[in-house]
């Protein structure tokens, strides 16, 4: 009779032990597991198993724990028990404290609703007469609201029997640890996922700001740098700024928008790019505030070419010291998400003539972050369409490039009452080079011929990879007597010099070219821009067939093709 009680102490003790880990439990999973050892080790289960309801309103097996050489429970794939279920048991369940007791060979479990559900667990030391295989123990789980949110299920009791009501209330008291524990966790797994919702609508927010100032195309990117410079000098209280972009193709600083500045300054400033190096003087690291940089004529010597080449204006008002003097100036860079720089905001004439303070400076800063943000979107989307246009071999633009500016040359045609033609061309007998020298050296040719090609034509002209080793050549407002001469041009240009392999061998390459032209009041005739495109194509088409069937290494028209040598594909 004295271990009673002791016992009963210990696992007193262990619930207290247990609730300060419960209540500081973060994790779902994390809790429940913690709940089923304590039933196992604290309170002597062989088994405890972990029902939660969800919202189709079935409770589901979230955790199971054995105790060590115990059984487990063995339930069958796919296993819950709809809520409907569990009231029934519970209507019919015996009472221990808060604890439902249904003995195994209760007729309470012959329903067919409640049966079909209960899962055999043999005892792990045999059946005892308290105890049976089919016996259910249930210490529900509470919601704040009195709902049920789950059950505790533990089985297979190490002494063989019924818990006492000391015990009883013991689990009683888990169970109801369990719920405060089980709700807090939720509530702040809740809270966790609502802060990620926030920082997420935030990041929305953030990325619908920045949409709303993209651009894609120079005309938008020139208007949006002109409004960048405005307000950055309205808000920033500087007279003069002007805003120079990086040339991505060389290190020259190329004027784009200016505030402040006369039409003769601008044109000036416009008639010749500032090398980036020539610049850097007025950026030296002890000039730095903030990451911009403060030029003040008295600290600091510059290459007077450079305040020439700035165009900066003489003062022409009396100058105190620890002023703003018409020599000094402000430079921000503007830098990219990896700090990349893609150009310069130079400002000048504070309007209170003073020196900016540090904050002063960092207001202008968040100004050249918008703006670096609209010009980076600018020269990735430029980079995407040369790359979605671009023949990725010979880097001349693609048939989809080709079909774009066809139908945009097309449409000037006609509103400006002009011809167009186009040349198709084909190297002769290319299969050869692939099987004789690989198709790398095939490559190799191919880039060597376009290379070639190019040099022979004009600048409004475009050259096209159609496919394969077949070009496209479009001739804007070229009279067929020329088109013809270009087309003879290229051609005996491809002939002259055999071509070389990295091996040194020589390669003779020659080109069939097809003519096809429309003259501008056959473009007039045809209402539809496509069906323009289709004609003329076309005629380019069979041209090039009938130079292939003459013999190769000619120019053929499509007159010629309709002629004496008319062909049908």
Not at 44 to 62: P, S, T, W
């Amino acid at each position: 009779m004295e271990q009673y009680p002791n016992n009963t102490l210990n696992k007193l003790r262990a619930v207290l032990d247990m609730s300060s880990r419960l209540l500081s439990a973060t994790d779902e999973s994390e809790l429940l597991d913690a709940v089923a050892k304590s039933f196992c080790d604290e309170l002597g289960y062989g088994l405890c198993v972990i029902f939660l309801r969800e919202a189709d309103d079935f409770l589901h097996v979230r955790h199971q724990r054995s105790a060590t050489g115990s059984i487990d429970f063995k339930a069958p794939q796919g296993y819950r028990i709809p809520f409907s279920a569990y009231e029934k048991l519970a209507a019919r369940a015996q009472r221990i404290g808060g604890v439902l007791w249904i003995d195994g060979r209760s007729a309470a479990l012959n329903d067919p609703e409640i049966s079909k559900y209960i899962v055999p667990t043999e005892p792990t030391f045999g059946s005892s007469n308290e105890w049976h295989a089919k016996s259910l123990l249930l210490a529900p789980l509470f919601s704040l609201n009195g709902a049920v949110i789950g059950m505790i299920a533990p089985d297979d009791p190490l002494d063989g029997s019924l818990p006492s009501p000391e015990t009883s209330i013991i689990i009683d008291t888990f169970a109801h640890l369990t719920s405060v524990a089980l709700e807090l966790v939720r509530a702040r797994t809740n809270a966790a996922a609502k802060i990620r919702i926030l920082e997420a609508q935030r990041q929305q927010v953030a990325r619908l700001f920045a949409a709303s100032t993209t651009v894609k195309r120079e005309r938008q990117l020139e208007a949006m740098l002109q409004n960048f410079v405005r307000s950055m000098a309205e808000a920033g209280n500087f007279n003069r700024v002007a805003l120079y972009l990086l040339d991505p193709t060389s290190t020259k600083l190329v004027l784009r928008a200016t505030h402040g500045l006369s039409a003769d300054e601008q044109e000036f400033l416009q008639q010749d790019s500032l090398e980036l190096s020539a610049f850097a003087p007025m950026m030296q690291p002890e000039m730095r505030i903030s990451r911009s940089y403060l030029y003040d004529h008295t600290k600091f010597q510059v290459p007077d070419e450079l305040i020439a080449s700035l165009r900066i204006p003489a003062s022409t008002s009396p100058w105190e010291p620890g002023n703003w003097h018409s020599k000094d100036s402000l430079t921000i860079p503007l830098l990219d998400e990896d700090e990349n720089l893609l150009g310069i905001i130079n400002v000048d004439e504070p309007t209170d003539g003073l020196f900016p303070e540090a904050y002063h400076v960092e207001a202008l800063e968040f100004f050249a972050d918008q703006c670096a943000i609209a010009v980076a979107q600018v020269l990735k989307y430029r980079q995407l369409e040369v790359m979605a246009e671009t023949d990725s071999l010979t880097r001349i633009p693609n048939r989809s490039a080709f079909d774009l500016r066809l139908q945009a040359e097309i449409k000037y045609a006609k509103a400006q009452n002009l011809g167009i033609a186009l040349l198709f061309i084909d190297l002769d007998h290319f299969k050869r080079v692939n099987d004789t020298f690989g198709h790398l050296e095939g490559d190799a040719v191919l880039k060597a011929v376009t290379k070639r090609l190019k040099a022979s034509l004009r600048k409004v002209d475009l050259l096209a990879r159609f496919g394969g080793e077949e070009f496209v050549l479009l001739l804007p407002d070229t009279p067929i007597v020329e088109t013809m001469a270009i087309a003879e041009k290229l051609r005996a240009a491809i002939q002259r010099n055999p071509f070389s392999t990295s091996s040194y061998e020589s390669v003779d390459i020659t080109i069939s070219v097809g003519v096809g032209a429309l003259e501008k009041d056959e473009i007039k005739n045809i209402d539809s821009v496509d069906e323009i495109a289709k004609d003329l194509i076309l005629r380019a088409d069979h041209a090039l067939y009938l130079a292939k069937h003459l013999g190769r290494n000619r120019v053929c028209t499509f007159d010629e093709a309709q002629g004496p040598h008319s062909l049908s594909k």
